[in-house]
């Protein structure tokens, strides 16, 4: 993320906002995605939009604004893989209350979106869509080899990739604080100096003719201290070349990626993607790049006319990264007024995501759905707009927002540690059981820290902490106990918790520690392993009108 849009893919229409069916064929569905929460952009109390940021203002007020738009998890592969398949990530096992291994951290990891996991993509490409996916994948890449790719993109449903399978880490740009692992990486490097100090203290008596080491011994532990450097170093020492690859297909265009041209050639593929499949019912992608590089392909779906016949979607996957820092200093994110952030739990600010709808001639301009909605309503939606059936085999706590469908109660929300529940009336309780214990105290992160952490040093309540989000969006003022309403509202979450569990079903953990360790045999490699390196830019497509 880091200020960066991060997705342009799909296709999607309408809302509860609009009932009855769609007269017609969805030509075009774009997405934009991963815009870190609400960072620098927001709605103020008029109505108008703040934060400098013309190309989004002008997606709000032609479109569809969701002010309650929330994502299934805090952290990046999670969330993307509940907004691919519909489903909560503990369901296809990409869930994990290991605070290391929330996302998938290595290129080379094998873990992933599981083969048998059906995503919209692939609805859409039944329909007769051409798919694309141009941006940030963090679903995964190899299983057991190098180049089986089995949790590609393009084995989930996506006709071409072009973009990161992994993300863009700090460790891809100069100047930045490395993000992977800090705190681990600082213990790993004390380690070190001390088991390769061992042997030369040890020398010292032996030169001195103090005492007499065996040589075998101090021989013996300089090696241990050198395995033990290269054990480590060898993944973490390399976090650029090894973490940092722009691929088209399943061809390595540059490793490691320049990061000051990944945006304009991400675009650049944006805009000839629209220019090679611009015939009705046959475009869908995925695009990531500055803010500021939305309006050339915004300015490309008016050039080709197709704007009014292609909807585009604007959201991201969680809540902004408060931790973030530079050599500078502290960076932070901004939520507004919502609390929390990325890897924060269930805080408003680590899941209440921007959220808006562009279809001219389908959604009516200038309107704000204050209902709750979720990434998840995604799948359904589509199904429902491109024909398809909703697979039978498999849960959908998802709802199409579009039709008769999309009016009525909502299904509870049910999170790892907090509960949200939808009343008659608009009102909307949530609960947490769990919290992340906020460093400094009396924060409002884990400044200590990469992300807060979800098991360990957290904060349990019992009786949870209960709000009113509807009256108290930013969730500082707990429901008293005592209150009447306390118990009737903590006895409906906690039965929905009950169905919840009893729906679930064993899933193999694509984010345990074996499946999201660096693995060498399965690193993507441009040259000879190890020594990997190319840059193929010169045979990326030439550039499109912008």
């Known amino acids: 993320m880091d ?100 996302s998938l951290t290595w290129l080379a990891s094998s ?51 072009f973009g990161m399978p992994l993300g863009l880490l700090n460790e891809c740009q100069s100047g930045r604080v490395p993000e992977l692992h800090r705190q681990l990486r600082i213990k790993m490097w004390v380690s070190t100096a001390v088991l390769a100090l061992l042997p030369v203290l040890l020398l010292v008596p032996v030169c001195a003719r103090w005492v007499l080491v065996p040589w075998a011994v101090i021989v013996t532990l300089a090696l241990v201290a050198v395995l033990f450097f290269l054990s480590w170093y060898s993944s973490y020492g390399f976090v650029r070349r090894w973490n940092c690859v722009l691929m088209r297909n399943h061809d390595i265009v540059q490793q490691p990626l320049r990061e000051d041209r990944v945006s304009s050639l ?44 292609t909807l585009v979607y604007f959201t991201s996957d969680n809540g902004g990264r408060l931790e973030a820092r530079d050599v500078r200093g502290q960076l932070g994110g901004w939520n507004g007024v919502y609390r929390g952030g990325r890897g924060m739990g269930g805080w408003e600010g680590a899941t209440r995501v921007p959220g808006i709808f562009r279809w001219p001639t389908v959604l009516g301009a200038g309107q704000v759905l204050d209902d709750p909605t979720s990434l998840m309503d995604i799948f359904p939606t589509l199904c429902y707009v491109g024909g398809g059936l909703l697979p039978q085999d498999r849960h959908f706590p998802g709802r199409p927002l579009l039709g008769a469908e999309s009016r009525g109660h909502r299904e509870d929300g049910v999170a790892l540690t907090c509960v949200s529940l939808t009343f008659p009336g608009a009102t909307v309780w949530k609960a947490h059981f769990v919290t992340p214990r906020f460093c400094p105290v009396g924060a409002g992160a884990c400044y200590d820290s990469d992300h807060c952490p979800c098991s360990g040093d957290v904060a349990h309540h019992d009786p949870p902490l209960l709000f009113d989000l509807s009256r108290d969006p930013a969730e500082s003022q707990p429901l008293n106990p005592e209150d009447e309403a306390f118990d009737s509202v903590i006895k409906k979450m906690e039965a929905a918790i009950r169905d919840h569990r009893r729906t679930l079903t064993p899933a193999p953990r694509q984010l345990s520690i074996f499946n999201t360790i660096w693995k060498p045999w399965l690193q993507p490699c441009c040259g000879t392993f190890p020594f990997c390196g190319c840059d193929k830019e010169d045979a990326i497509s030439p550039n499109p009108k912008m």
């Open 3 to 102: 200020g960066l849009v991060d997705g342009w893919m799909g296709g999607w229409m309408g809302g509860g906002w609009m009932d009855g069916w769609v007269d017609g064929w969805m030509d075009g569905w774009w997405m934009v995605d991963g815009w870190g929460g609400w960072n620098g952009w927001m709605v103020d109390g008029l109505g108008g939009w703040v934060g400098g940021t013309p190309n989004i203002d002008r997606l709000a007020h032609e479109g569809v604004l969701l002010t309650q738009h929330l994502s299934a998890a805090s952290m990046c592969t999670p969330s993307r893989a509940a907004f691919l398949t519909g489903r909560y990530p503990i369901r296809s096992g990409m869930a994990s209350a290991n605070n290391m291994y929330r």
């Open 111 to 161: 873990g992933g979106l599981p083969p048998n996991e059906t995503t919209f993509a692939t609805l859409l490409q039944h329909r007769g869509y051409r798919t694309g996916l141009i941006g940030k994948w963090h679903q995964g890449l190899s299983c057991a080899s190098r180049n089986d790719h089995c949790h590609h993109p393009l084995n989930h449903g996506f006709d071409y990739f």
């Open 266 to 309: 991400i675009t650049r593929e944006a805009l000839a993607f629209i220019d090679r499949y611009r015939f009705p019912g046959a475009t869908g992608t995925q695009h990531r790049g500055s803010v500021h590089r939305a309006d050339p392909v915004l300015r490309a779906l008016d050039r080709e006319r197709l704007t009014n016949r």
